[in-house]
């Protein structure tokens, strides 16, 4: 094929790509919009109109070859002749300005512009289209596509030449903004001149700017782009308060990266031609598997109608059966009475029969004979007396109540897939494993079974605007995994990194297919491997103060004995008894995390760590300490006044009453990244010894066994609390410390938490991504 036809073709190819989304002509004097889409500024104008703004002073268009009378629509040949040196000072001037309008009066309201391929309205500013720029690199596209398909081209004439012996233009100028004959060109732009630097452009009669200039600044050029604001800027705009702190570059940095990116973009995906084709197969595939399915589903919903239809003669034919048998019976019952009331009457059987009765004389045979129809006329007259209607002839007894399925009639639909499951934030937690808990929308249509889908946060699959191309084949790496076929409203994830923060999602299935997805949930793994431990009671426990569960992973402490022995020394001082109890292990090695919770209404609770023989040596045998209101604690017992220089025996952090005291010592900057992350000194009264937070509903403990150093977090959010030095010189036990009442339970693990679950079906989801050359 010849390069030129190639050329040709191509640019024939692109037409859709120049179209106005308003008039569906090819674009002329574009803008571009806030939402970076193109649009002709006569079209946008009458748009705006015909939103109920005021019409716009807009000049006429420019008589070039992009608009001539043979290429323009009927729309446009109502309009006046254009002139483009206008443009420019129309853009600058503000075309959404009326006549008779004030400076002084208020700020205009916004302008919003219904932007047809966004389908939603565009705020355009108070300015209307004087905030949007003209797109000059489509203006040039249009021209040379016009060129090229010769597209309702005009020739242009020299404007120098005399009218009888005008010649064709063969060149224009940019700066001069007219279009010249090859001798004029040469007679007005002499070499060794100013004007021979000029830009030699294709003959036209739109001359456009060269370069984009500031709408705000008139005649500043847009020399820097704000990639915070994603917007152009000139040298003034930079300088504006709304700019500070932007990352703000010179716009030929951003054209050339920009470029890059478009450059790479564009040979992807024409490196992958194969892929598209096989995508357009697939859709087309899919196209004609919708029209036959749909048949399929009309024929389906066709036979469902029709045995509803048949079930419900069937069911009026019973019914009717029904209705008729009781209505013989009624009439038969009813028909005995009326015969048995006309055996009553003077001239009937019985009465006629009863007058000769009365005519027998002989006692024995009238006795004998009258008896039964004494009986008889008895029970006639006690039915006069009590007259009443053999059979109901109202029939209310038959009346069909079918509200009830004239609603699921009214409500009959095709089947609706799951509504988005609502994650339970109370019960969803990172522990030793990751539990996601859920539950559906009352409204919402069963689910057979739940996709849980999760992955670890850091790039977003399919790339984006998080690094484009390498971001989506980074994301091919790092992409969704999902447990499939969950039948329950929870699921366990195992096997995850530590210290790491996964994005999890759900969605239900039903015969409709996949529902939508539920909001996105963060969850932060543990910073370390999860110690599982129990309470250890061997020793150091009261039981008279303090009851450790039958499972050993909870404790309440419960003031008693003790105080009523001590209320003699009331009105000198208020004593309480510390009670301690540590964990079932001893850690010799390693890093190791723990979390556990505390019951808001405890008075003290101490929690750390400690060396299992300092522990014992300070707590195994009874011990009195003052009460904190009359002898303030430090918040934070470390041991440390034995030795400045070497670690304390033990670290703990103390909450009560509601609140955590974050002690402020050598590692104050910890208390600085605690309050940056969410926590201030306004969160709680402040002193010169610490600071008072609200407690959280979970406190994780991290110990570093090899550094020394443990860290207390909010296990909630995994933010770090406070961190502080331990002495590791031996083994270390977790440690916890009653003084008043309190209760503390330990962190169940997930992993028993679940231990009869069915294990679900993992899949991991992987995408199809070409790597780029």
């Known amino acids: 094929m010849a390069p030129g036809f190639q050329v040709k073709s191509n ?20 803008i571009v919009l806030p939402c970076l889409h193109s649009v002709c500024l006569m079209c946008a104008s009458e748009v705006l109109v015909q939103s109920g703004y005021p019409q716009p002073e807009l000049p006429p268009e420019p008589n ?54 966004c389908g939603r309205d565009v705020e355009l500013g108070e300015r209307g289209l004087a905030e949007c720029m003209r797109n000059l690199t489509l203006e040039r596209i249009v021209e040379r596509y016009r060129h090229t398909v010769s597209l309702g081209s005009v020739a242009v004439m020299c404007e120098f030449c005399k009218p009888p012996q005008a010649l064709e233009a063969t060149k224009g100028c940019a700066d001069c903004r007219a279009s010249f004959c090859k001798e004029c060109f040469k007679l007005y732009h002499p070499w060794g001149t100013p004007r021979a630097q000029h830009e030699h452009v294709q003959p036209t009669l739109n001359f456009r700017p060269k370069v984009l200039t500031c709408p705000e600044h008139d005649q500043e050029r847009m020399q820097f782009y704000c990639k915070s604001c994603q917007m152009l800027l000139c040298s003034l705009c930079k300088l504006r308060r709304i700019h500070a702190g932007h990352k703000i570059a010179p716009v030929t940095q951003a054209y050339q990266t920009l470029k890059d990116k478009i450059t790479k973009e564009l040979n992807y995906i024409l490196a992958n031609q194969d892929m598209v084709l096989t995508q357009i197969t697939q859709l087309e595939n899919a196209i004609t598997q919708t029209a036959v399915n749909s048949v399929s589903a009309k024929e389906q919903l066709s036979h469902c109608v029709k045995e509803m239809m048949a079930l419900l003669t069937e069911r009026q034919t019973m019914l009717a059966q029904a209705l008729e048998s009781s209505r013989q019976r009624r009439a038969e019952a009813l028909a005995n009475q009326v015969a048995e009331k006309r055996s009553l009457l003077e001239h009937a059987s019985l009465m006629a029969f009863t007058q000769e009765l009365l005519k027998e004389n002989d006692p024995s045979s009238f006795v004998h004979a009258a008896r039964i129809t004494h009986k008889r006329l008895a029970q006639s007259i006690e039915s006069m007396q009590r007259f009443s209607l053999s059979a109901d002839p109202s029939f209310r007894h038959f009346q069909l109540d079918v509200s009830r399925e004239l ?31 859920w539950r559906l929308p009352q409204d919402s249509t069963p689910a057979w079974h739940y996709s849980v889908e999760f992955r670890r946060r850091g790039v977003e699959p399919g790339g984006g605007a998080r690094g484009g191309i390498r ?37 239900g299935c039903n015969k409709a297919g996949f529902g939508e997805y539920s909001e996105e949930v963060y969850l932060h793994t543990p910073p370390a491997p999860v110690l599982n431990f129990y309470l250890d009671s061997r020793w150091g426990l009261h039981a008279d103060r303090l009851v450790v569960s039958k499972e050993q992973r909870c404790a309440r402490s419960v003031p008693g004995l003790s105080l009523l022995q001590a209320a003699d020394r009331a009105l000198t001082s208020c004593h309480l008894t510390a009670d301690l109890l ?14 556990c919770s505390v019951e808001p209404g405890s008075y003290l609770v101490k929690v750390g760590v400690g060396l299992e023989s300092k522990l014992q040596e300070w707590f195994h045998l009874p011990q009195d300490m003052a009460s904190p209101r009359y002898d303030p604690d430090s918040g934070h017992d470390s041991g440390a006044e034995d030795s400045s220089d070497s670690p304390p025996p033990f ?19 910890h208390n600085a990244n605690y309050r940056e992350s969410g926590f201030t000194n306004g969160n709680g009264p402040s002193s010169p010894t610490g600071v008072t937070y609200p ?79």
């Open 11 to 30: 640019m024939k190819s692109m037409e859709q790509e120049l179209q106005c989304p308003v008039c569906k002509d090819i674009v002329k004097q574009p």
């Open 64 to 117: 070039s070859p992009a608009s001539t009378p043979n290429t323009r629509s009927p729309r446009q040949i109502r309009r006046p002749m254009p002139k483009s040196d206008r443009v420019d000072r129309l853009l600058r001037s503000g075309s959404g300005t009326y006549p008779g309008r004030r400076r002084k009066e208020g700020p205009s309201p916004l302008m919003l512009f219904p932007c047809a391929p």
């Open 407 to 437: 609603k699921l009639l009214t409500d009959l639909n095709f089947i609706q897939a799951p509504l988005a499951p609502v994650i339970d934030t109370q019960r969803t937690l990172a522990y030793d494993q990751l539990f996601l808990s």
């Open 471 to 507: 971001g989506g084949l980074a994301a091919a790496r790092w992409g969704w995994q999902r447990l499939e076929e969950v039948t329950g409203t929870c699921a366990v994830i195992d096997r995850l990194e530590m210290d790491s923060v996964y994005v999890l999602r759900v969605r």
């Open 582 to 595: 540590v964990g079932d292990v001893a850690i010799t090695q390693g890093r190791h995390y723990w979390a």
């Open 651 to 669: 670290s703990f952090l103390t909450m009560g009453m509601g609140k955590i005291y974050l002690p402020s010592s050598t590692n104050s900057h």
């Open 695 to 773: 407690l959280p509903p979970r406190l994780g403990v991290c110990l570093d066994f090899e550094k020394g150093r443990v860290t207390f977090y909010d296990a909630h959010s995994l933010r770090p609390l406070w961190e502080g030095p331990v002495d590791c010189s031996a083994p270390v036990c977790p440690a916890f410390c009653f003084i008043g009442g309190g209760a503390l339970q330990l962190q169940e693990l997930v992993a028993n938490r679940n231990a009869n679950q069915t294990p679900v079906r993992r899949v991991t989801i992987q995408s199809r991504v070409t790597k780029l050359n």
